[in-house]
DNA sequence: CGGTGGATTGAGGTAGATCAACATGCGTGG
DNA sequence: CCACGCATGTTGATCTACCTCAATCCACCG
């Protein structure tokens, strides 16, 4: 059995959280760091060090769950499609991010690096095995996976009851809020993802993002350096524009 | 501090999960059996079953976070609404589901019951320290939240990919899946909701959900019972223009 | 029965999709 | 270091699925 050291004691104990993790490097708050130190033997000892490329495949919908992931650098996407190839993003993940946790025994849905990037893997039983000793690990999970719900819950009103310009200032001002907290530049704020996979987050298409791109852009609202960074000039009024997000 | 006893061990034990809770009177598994029998003073002790009319607010977006409920009987609705009122359903609660647990201290989004229900309503903050002392139950409710993610990401595929048609032919098929799982009627299936409440959860007008309901009415897919029950009668078929949920 | 709120049906309008042409910028290799 | 070629992105013209507005219809309630 593992150590049943409370993991929120561990991580106000340490104080350093803007330290990079011994373990994974990451600067934020997560599983990774709370496990330095080698409080964690077993989970350490299983949990390996990923070093991602560019549109590096994760998982994919079927899969069976072997792993679980935290993210702690670059950038990843979480998509499900249609038999057709329709295909909805649900969201871009950032540093801290976990994924790969799942109810039943296979993914249901794509996950891919959309940049480099690092992420820390344990085997799902050890995973499972460590939360039941750790109520605590349990709890923050439980709270990550509320967080993770009530972005879900903002998504399908973006997706299901606003408009095109509404859709796209809701996407930008949440990833320049998410960014932010995780410690990321925000001004330029990079776009890693593609026309087609903001269109796909925003259920719309890569002409209409384009367009409502170059409108905000001739509207003075914000500045497209190349095509993949924005700088937001007009806060608040890109904030009216999002309809409240 | 509660008794940690394990709550899966505790139903498996129990072994009789179709007879109705003395505590709320619910027959599905839930953590409200669980606690049948006395083994969770405290948690008891501080649990109200409530009886709730048509119609009722249980709480609204901005409400201070007080209490997490089991809903036991009867159907709730979950939405999310713009400033100028614009509403989007995000989900309709079976009994068995668990709402109202939030990561931050006020409430997200509305919650409303449809018809009568029953539900049992726990403190929050006693509710908290049973997790923490009862690691099984985070992650049992870690998996109910799991499993609420997967239904919200194919809520988002729906709301940002799918024609009327598929829309509102998924909307049939999962809502019978789901009170199939929770043992309640499926043919003739009920409707507790409106056309309003449909059309706000699928992101349509009510026009369209009663137009395409219309045609699969012609066409045979369907039995329309009054307004508030349908009879699926080409299953094959209808899952096909579902465009695979 | 008769009123009233929800549901249906119809006619016409529009936001965003689709189809098509063109621009841009980035990686590669000469 | 520059030229080339292909990806990705932009812009324009047209089309259409769904929305909007409006007129009934219907079922349930007193």
Same mark, same amino acid.
């Given at each position: ?112 690096? +959309?940049?480099? %990037?690092? =992420?820390? !893997? ?6 499972? *095995?460590? #939360?039941?000793?750790? $109520? ?87 500045? +497209?350096?190349? %095509?993949? =960074?924005? !700088? ?6 890109? *904030?009216? #524009?999002?309809?409240? $997000?």
């Amino acid at each position: 059995m593992t150590s049943t050291a409370s993991l929120h004691e561990f991580c106000a104990r340490r104080g350093d959280l803007a330290a990079p993790c011994r373990l994974c490097g990451a600067r934020e708050f997560n599983l990774c760091q709370a496990l330095d130190g080698g409080q964690q033997v077993k989970l350490f000892a299983l949990a390996h060090r990923l070093q991602l490329g560019k549109r590096c495949r994760l998982f994919s919908a079927g899969d069976p769950v072997r792993y679980v992931y935290n993210l702690t650098e670059g950038t990843v996407c979480l998509s499900r499609s249609l038999a057709d190839g329709r295909r909805q993003i649900l969201g871009f993940l950032l540093p801290g991010d976990f994924l790969g946790f799942e109810p039943g025994e296979t993914h249901r849905c794509d996950a891919e690096t +959309l940049t480099e %990037a690092k =992420a820390c !893997r344990f085997e799902r039983p050890v995973f499972e *095995e460590f #939360l039941q000793d750790n $109520a605590d690990a349990a709890l923050h999970l439980l709270r990550l996976a509320s967080t993770d719900l009530a972005q879900a819950a903002r998504h399908e009103v973006l997706l299901g009851r606003k408009t095109a310009t509404e859709r796209i200032a809701s996407f930008l001002l949440d990833l320049r809020q998410r960014s932010g907290a995780r410690h990321l530049r925000t001004q330029p704020l990079a776009l890693p993802m593609t026309r087609s996979e903001i269109a796909d987050y925003t259920g719309l298409t890569i002409e209409t993002v384009s367009r409502v791109l170059g409108r905000l852009r001739s509207g003075k609202l914000i500045e +497209l350096i190349g %095509a993949s =960074a924005v !700088r937001i000039l007009d806060d608040s009024e890109l *904030e009216r #524009l999002s309809g409240s $997000a």
